[in-house]
């Protein structure tokens, strides 16, 4: 474990690196639970999953710190729908996304990420 590391239950998180509670970003009838950290490299991608009509639930996964690499977003289909694993800059998460359309659901998503 990093120096300076808390556990949130579902990974280890570094205090002050690569996380984010954006205002209002979690909140809605998409998401539940009470993790509500999400890495700033995944916010675009958490957005757009969450303005998308295709997805009906948003679950956030475990956080991975890394060593720094280029951020990266990647999509897996599982039942029910989608696995989305967004790599930033200093740390890997998963978000499970729930939908019967995953083809127009990752076509919405990857547009939104190219753009930024």
């Known amino acids: 474990m990093w120096a300076g590391a808390r ?10 690196m690569g996380v984010s509670h954006a205002k209002g970003l979690l909140k809605g009838s998409k998401f ?3 993790h509500s950290t999400v890495i700033p490299s995944a916010i675009p991608a958490v957005e757009a999953a969450r303005e998308c009509q ?6 956030l996964g475990v956080i991975t710190p890394i060593r720094a690499a280029q951020e990266h977003l990647k999509f897996t289909p599982v039942s029910g729908g989608l696995r989305m694993q967004v790599r930033g800059t200093h740390a890997v998460q998963v978000f499970w996304l729930y939908t019967t359309r995953p083809e127009d659901v ?11």
């Not at 556990?7 to 002050?16: A, I």
């Not at 295709?54 to 679950?59: E, F, L, Y």
């Open 7 to 16: 556990t949130n239950g579902t990974g280890t998180v570094p205090l002050g």
């Open 32 to 34: 539940n639970g009470r």
């Open 54 to 59: 295709h997805v009906t639930k948003i679950a």
């Open 106 to 116: 990752i076509q919405e998503i990857t547009k939104k990420w190219d753009e930024q």
